[in-house]
């Protein structure tokens, strides 16, 4: 395996996980019920055991990264990153910790009401949307550790290369 395809595999993983979160989320997110359905029943089991999903996932996620993974592997390349990626690192705790608060709500509830369902609605959306920031910067660590291009929407930036090499666009 030639230094390319090297970087294009630690780069394609990292999509790759996240990815498969995006699916856990789309998921999550389908199982909360509009207002008129929240005494629908079996919701929230869905909705917590999708929780339980997704911290489990992204656990093993930070756990991979932090034991030298991708991120480690660009610092390595571009060490002017290692700053990044220690802010990268110190949002993991706090990202479990939301979503184990989160898993922690739905045990405690027993019948729920609109309101609650809109309430945990907005929560983990909350949650959500931390995640997606802190995933497209690992997607600009990545991008800038690797130099490669990623699109807009994965790398979250349109920041040029810091390593001295010129864009590199992945065969996908």
């Given at each position: 395996?030639?230094?390319?395809?090297?970087?294009?595999?630690?780069?394609?993983?990292?999509?790759?996980?996240?990815?498969?979160?995006d699916?856990?989320?789309?998921?999550?997110?389908?199982?909360?019920?509009?207002?008129?359905?929240?005494?629908?029943?079996?919701?929230?089991?869905r909705?917590?055991?999708?929780?339980?999903?997704?911290r489990?996932?992204?656990?093993?996620?930070f756990?991979?990264e932090?034991?030298?993974?991708c991120l480690?592997?660009?610092?390595a390349?571009?060490?002017?990153?290692?700053?990044?990626?220690?802010h990268i690192?110190?949002?993991h705790?706090?990202?479990?910790?939301?979503?184990?608060?989160?898993?922690?709500?739905?045990r405690?509830l027993?019948?729920?009401?609109?309101?609650?369902?809109?309430?945990?609605?907005?929560?983990?959306?909350?949650?959500?949307?931390?995640?997606?920031a802190?995933?497209?910067?690992?997607?600009?660590?990545?991008?800038?550790?690797?130099?490669?291009?990623l699109?807009?929407?994965?790398?979250?930036?349109?920041?040029?290369?810091?390593?001295?090499?010129?864009?590199?666009?992945?065969?996908?």
């Amino acid at each position: 395996m030639n230094g390319n395809d090297c970087k294009f595999v630690y780069v394609d993983h990292m999509l790759a996980e996240h990815r498969r979160l995006d699916q856990l989320v789309r998921r999550t997110m389908a199982s909360i019920p509009g207002w008129e359905e929240a005494d629908a029943a079996g919701w929230l089991p869905r909705m917590q055991a999708g929780l339980q999903e997704i911290r489990t996932e992204l656990a093993h996620h930070f756990r991979k990264e932090e034991e030298g993974g991708c991120l480690e592997e660009a610092v390595a390349r571009c060490p002017q990153l290692s700053v990044d990626v220690g802010h990268i690192e110190a949002e993991h705790r706090e990202l479990l910790a939301s979503l184990d608060d989160l898993i922690g709500r739905c045990r405690t509830l027993g019948a729920t009401t609109a309101a609650q369902a809109q309430t945990l609605d907005a929560e983990f959306r909350a949650v959500v949307h931390k995640l997606r920031a802190h995933e497209a910067r690992e997607n600009r660590v990545m991008q800038r550790g690797f130099n490669v291009s990623l699109s807009d929407e994965d790398a979250g930036s349109d920041e040029e290369a810091p390593c001295g090499e010129p864009w590199q666009t992945l065969p996908f």
